[in-house]
């Protein structure tokens, strides 16, 4: 199974932070990563897919890099409604699988 | 409008079993899978296995093997997990999420349905 490791696992930010979570898969995974936002009590929200996508509806502030093993997930302003947490999720092979997420906190 | 209706929360006790349903709409039902994600409390995201609504082919978690089954009635645009020889550490959210199937590109769970609470007690 690929295991995917997210950091940092919380962060504590204001409005207006530039905010950067990174994750690594331990093999190569291409471009196959997806980034979600969980608020409490609500299922999660796809933001990014294929690495960099912007999945439509999302805020331009929110952007995905990377490719291979290692990709991160860029909010340029943070602003009140994005504190929540954030998974990674491969999609390149079966099991699919997530990291523990990134808690984003209010400062 | 693309939607995933899950069924209601459910109590069981250990050793039955659970039966959550999924109802899609807004899209071609057999162009796409349905793939289950659980969430114990406080806890991350665990794939439990996919089911294609095209051919109703199945990958199961082999954490899973042997205790669930994934169906689908494309009649209706439903599809269902059942878990069974329930524990306590199944407590948990089930959430069901469209994922891309037949067609080329990338593949993502979008969207899900608004999870549905087992509680094993």
């Known amino acids: 199974d690929i295991q995917m490791t997210q950091s940092p696992s919380a962060l504590s930010a204001s409005v207006g932070d530039r905010v950067t979570i990174t994750c690594r898969a331990s093999?190569?995974?291409?471009?196959?990563l997806n980034w979600y936002q969980q608020k409490p009590g609500k299922a999660p929200n796809l933001l990014i897919y294929?690495?960099?996508s912007l999945q439509s509806g999302v805020p331009s502030r929110f952007s995905g890099s990377g490719s291979g093993t290692d990709f991160t997930l860029t909010i340029s302003s943070l602003q009140p409604e994005d504190f929540a947490t954030y998974y990674c999720?491969?999609?390149?092979?079966?099991?699919?699988?997530f990291g523990h997420g990134t808690r984003v906190e209010i400062k | 409008q693309v939607h995933l209706v899950q069924s209601g929360a459910e109590v069981k006790k250990p050793g039955a079993s659970m039966r959550v349903s999924c109802k899609a709409s807004?899209?071609?039902?057999?162009?796409?899978?349905i793939s289950w994600v659980r969430q114990a409390p406080g806890q991350g995201l665990e794939w439990m296995g996919w089911?294609?609504?095209?051919?109703?082919?199945?990958n199961y978690a082999q954490k899973f093997q042997g205790r669930v089954t994934m169906t689908t009635d494309t009649s209706t645009n439903t599809a269902y997990m059942e878990l069974r020889s329930l524990r306590s550490d199944d407590t948990a959210v089930y959430y069901c999420?469209?994922?891309?199937?037949?067609?080329?590109?990338?593949?993502?769970?979008?969207?899900w349905g608004q999870g549905t609470l087992v509680t094993v007690s």
């Open positions: 294929g690495a960099t």
């Open positions: 999420a469209r994922e891309d199937d037949i067609l080329p590109g990338p593949k993502r769970f979008d969207p």
């Open positions: 089911i294609s609504g095209y051919n109703g082919n199945i």
């Open positions: 999720q491969q999609s390149f092979s079966t099991p699919r699988t």
């Open positions: 807004g899209y071609s039902f057999t162009s796409y899978g």
């Open positions: 093999q190569s995974i291409g471009n196959d």
